[in-house]
């Protein structure tokens, strides 16, 4: 057998099970991912001071209820498209929702400090966060809530506008 032949035997050999065994593993990882777009439901955003989030919103729905700059409540229709949710789940995925803690509130009843929110629901399960604006917690964890639910929010007002 010739240099060439070995190398080429070698390299079959080892590359092409490795190959077959990385596609099979990561195609049963994505398949069974907890949180899929496929077994997407709807999102639910409230937000509000205190304890009373007057402002709602429920993508199933499609009906938002919030308060404007003249401090009265309205409620609207907003429907988010599919292209709109699918770029929300796969923001939520990149920023780590899935690995937030549910409770992310200061133990202070301050009514003054916005709180949020967020689920998202799916067939089988659900994945919901609190979040304090004043929240004293890791940094990271804060900013990764804080940038999800303002994502939520720009997404819906861009829909309202629409």
Known sequence: MSDRAKKIFLGLSIFVPFLLYSVFYYSQMFKNAPFRFVDFESIV????HGDSLVNRFDSQTGIYQYVNKRDSLVTDTVRLRKDDLQYLHGKAAQLG??????????????????????Q?????????????A??????????????VVDEVMRVLHDAQGR
């Open 134 to 147: 004043d929240f004293e917690g890791n940094p990271k964890m804060r900013d990764a809530a804080k940038s």
């Open 120 to 132: 998202f629901n799916y067939k089988e399960k659900s994945k919901e966060i609190t979040l304090d």
């Open 45 to 48: 955003l409230r937000y509000g």
């Open 97 to 118: 929702f899935w690995n937030l803690p549910e409770d992310m509130t200061t133990g202070s009843r301050n009514h003054h400090v916005p709180r949020f929110y967020l």
